[in-house]
């Protein structure tokens, strides 16, 4: 193979990780390219656009509703005038007749009562139309309220109400335990912290309350909208702890980790993979492409790892162990850190194998060997919960963006990888995904003598192995085409008595009488000579 063609299915320019808008920051194939302050002013400008035609349809269409209605009452003024006696003769005999057969039944004070209630029914009905067109704007207006800080503090109440309720009736395995005794944990680690900011800490901490207050009240939005939620609660507090209490950045980026870590701890089951989205079904798609993708070897993606090494191949499984560790993490700055780990012990291992520091080219293929490797657990799903739910400057910026923005490429790779990509034919790409064949393994001969005994043997059983699995493919085979020529010679020999039997059929003849004995009733007994008589001769 070769190597340039290799790489050329590979190679991804730096400057293709970066926000397609030119602003410097990282971009993430999830934000269409764009980096997270950039993707926010993109969909705020498509949100403000859709909003205003929400509204000029809805006065559009109260407007029309009311010159409908007004209409219908000069029409039905004209009506009126003729029929009103007969409506109003028809209406009071029915309501004495009803009245009549209630009082027998029930007190008169209910039956005033309930009297006051038709009447007041009937009122609203007639002024139903009228309001029909404020409600469109009213329900326009609370779909589209901006977050968090609108929420009043009866609807907060409400809300956390109905939550408390939830979780009363929710059962509780041993892995909500679990979680309750990790939120414990992280509840007092929080508490100690703020305890540091004086004033700051306790305004922090009554924002972040009322943040999981109104978040636990508005569970029927929708994920991206909850996200919207969460990533402007970020910037306000982050705002806040710059201008307001002039906190230093360093001591701002720490409190915006352990704000993110206390809220997302409580809010991990309610967003991360909602039945509402297709995340899970992203991830079965994405690990059944893992799966048959298990024959791609490092070579064809040119890895520049040497897993023969035991240093390498102790990077490379410990690469591998964080990146499926991710999924076991609940605040997305962890599983970003795994992922961090990850791609360090993956430089390490490049560095040791060439003795010299690794390049992004090297870094990108190893990777993606990496995670076909692994095939991580729910790997979209984590990358999404990444994505909406953590603080947007580490996404923007730093080793943390920098790696997730290569492990989302390297999963768009996986997707879109193809026989051109591997400097493959399309009839071997398509044999080696269907699993009629594998690519040849390497033959033990070609290792150098310091090669341990162990690898050697290893690749001679594994070379072994093939060549019985093709002597057993020829043997059934040859089966086969056996039972195919017994059958095929059964058939032929069963014709060929069918045409024998057809051409002279069998003649059945009645049975023959016995034979006589020779001497029996012979006419001719006399003619014959008489028998021989044993003659005795004296010795």
């Not at 309930?114 to 326009?140: T, Y």
């Not at 901490?205 to 994920?223: A, P, V």
Request: include cysteine; aromatic fraction near 8%; charge should be neutral.
């Amino acid at each position: 193979m070769n190597l340039k063609s290799e790489r050329r299915g590979i190679h991804v320019d730096q400057s293709e990780l970066l926000c397609k808008k030119g602003c410097g920051y990282y971009g993430n194939p999830a934000w269409q390219g764009f980096c997270s302050k950039c993707w926010r002013e993109e969909y705020h400008k498509a949100r403000q656009k859709q909003i205003q035609e929400d509204w000029e349809l809805a006065e559009r269409l109260q407007r029309e509703e009311e010159e409908a209605y007004a209409s219908s009452q000069s029409t039905q003024g004209a009506q009126s005038l003729t029929f009103s006696k007969f409506e109003e003769k028809k209406t009071n005999e029915k309501t004495r007749k009803v009245t009549t057969v209630k009082k027998f039944f029930t007190a008169s004070s209910r039956t005033g009562a309930k009297k006051v209630a038709q009447e007041k029914i009937v009122k609203q009905g007639q002024l139903g139309r009228e309001r029909n067109a404020d409600n469109i704007l009213r329900d326009l207006k609370e779909i589209f309220t901006p977050s968090w800080e609108l929420a009043s503090p009866t609807e907060v109440l409400a809300g956390k109400l109905k939550a408390e309720i939830q979780e009363a009736k929710a059962p509780s395995p041993s892995i909500n335990r679990q979680a309750s005794i990790e939120t414990d944990r992280v509840s007092k680690e929080f508490y100690e912290f703020l305890k540091t900011y004086h004033k700051p800490g306790q305004d922090i901490y009554k924002q972040c309350k009322l943040f999981l207050d109104t978040m636990n009240h508005k569970r029927d939005l929708s994920i991206e909208e909850q996200s919207e939620c969460a990533q402007d609660f970020y910037q306000n507090v982050a705002e806040k702890l710059q201008t307001r209490w002039k906190v230093p950045p360093e001591k701002v980026e720490k409190a915006m980790d352990q704000i993110e870590k206390y809220i997302m701890t409580r809010q991990y089951k309610y967003v991360f993979c909602p039945e509402t989205t297709d995340d899970e079904k992203k991830d079965l798609a994405v690990q059944k492409r893992i799966r048959a993708l298990h024959w791609v070897t490092p070579q064809m993606l040119c890895v520049p790892v040497n897993e023969e090494i035991p240093e390498v191949s102790d990077m490379v499984v410990k690469a591998i162990t964080d990146i499926i560790e991710m999924d076991s993490k609940r605040v997305p700055r962890d599983k970003l850190a795994c992922i961090t780990k990850c791609s360090k012990h993956i430089f390490n291992a490049i560095k040791i194998t060439k003795n010299e520091p690794a390049s992004a080219d090297d870094f990108l293929p190893t990777l993606i060997y990496i995670v076909l490797k692994g095939n991580p657990p729910r790997l979209q799903s984590n990358i999404q919960y990444i994505t909406r739910f953590c603080n947007p400057s580490r996404l923007m910026t730093g080793e943390d963006g920098y790696y997730f923005t290569n492990l989302c490429c390297a999963v768009a790779f996986i997707e879109k990888l193809d026989a051109q990509s591997l400097n493959l034919s399309q009839e071997d790409f398509d044999r080696f995904m269907t699993g009629q064949t594998s690519p040849k393994k390497q033959e033990s001969d070609s290792f150098s003598p310091d090669v341990c005994l162990g690898v050697k043997q290893m690749y001679k059983n594994l070379d072994l192995l093939s060549q019985l699995n093709e002597r057993q493919e020829r043997i059934v085979n040859e089966a086969k085409k056996l039972e195919k020529d017994l059958i095929d010679w059964t058939e032929g020999i069963t014709k060929e008595v069918q045409d024998i039997v057809e051409k002279y059929p069998l003649e059945i003849k009645p049975k023959s009488q016995a034979l006589a004995a020779i001497d029996s009733e012979n006419v001719e007994n006399d003619k014959l000579p008489p028998p021989l008589q044993p003659q005795v001769y004296a010795g």
